[in-house]
């Protein structure tokens, strides 16, 4: 059967406007979901990110606040010593709330003198032996009228952080040897800037140091 010129033009035309009607509801919607999809995933990356930034700026700062302990006590003359060393943080307040007398005090082997360590019966890991043990109470705090072997050091950006430490005695001046004193400083954050909220969860860092007199 013949069909006549118009019959294929209409038709050719209906198939074209056909295929310009574009997307279906049911199209757009299955394309938002996806997006919206990804979106999420990107922000779940990018809140990530910024967790381990910030968990990384914590664990620096607390690294960087053992080491400046370690080294007050290694640097002292005639080590062991008596008494206390003030130590000063950049607490703003009045009075003379910046410090803290810390003692220098030691103890015998195995426990020491200070916050209390981890044991081979205590230890969650072999590891974790002689590290300070966090699910002890706090030995008295470091002011500037109390002496202690723990203080509250607030940082210049004004976090807190709350340092233990334990010096122990490894060996006696004996048979004309040298006396060797174990430094063991461990420290976590409190709370940030701006936030009285206990950071509960934060992991310690723990160093070690042995000062020979």
């Not at 400046?68 to 703003?92: N, Q, S």
Request: hydrophobic share 45%; charged share 15%; aromatic share 6%.
């Amino acid at each position: 059967m013949f069909e006549s010129p118009k019959i294929r033009s209409g038709r050719a035309r209906y198939g074209a406007r056909l295929g310009e009607r574009g997307m279906s509801l049911i199209e757009l919607l299955i394309a938002m979901t996806i997006l919206t999809v990804g979106m999420l995933g990107s922000m779940i990356m990018i809140l990530v990110g910024m967790q381990s930034n910030t968990r990384n700026k914590t664990d620096s700062s607390a690294v960087v606040l053992d080491q400046e302990i370690l080294e007050m006590f290694a640097t002292l003359p005639a080590y062991p010593k008596t008494g206390a060393v003030t130590i000063y943080d950049c607490g703003l307040t009045a009075g003379l709330a910046n410090q803290h007398k810390a003692l220098l005090v030691q103890g015998a082997f195995p426990a020491g003198a200070g916050a209390t360590l981890y044991t081979a019966a205590t230890a969650p890991l072999p590891s974790q032996v002689g590290d300070i043990d966090w699910t002890q109470p706090t030995p008295a705090l470091a002011t500037s009228a109390v002496n202690g072997y723990a203080m509250d050091y607030q940082t210049c950006s004004g976090d807190i952080y709350e340092v233990r430490w334990n010096i122990m005695q490894v060996n006696a001046n004996a048979n004309g040897l040298s006396r060797i004193s174990m430094l063991t400083v461990s420290s976590r954050q409190l709370a940030a800037q701006g936030s009285s909220t206990a950071m509960l969860f934060a992991i310690p860092t723990t160093l070690r140091t042995l000062i020979e007199n």
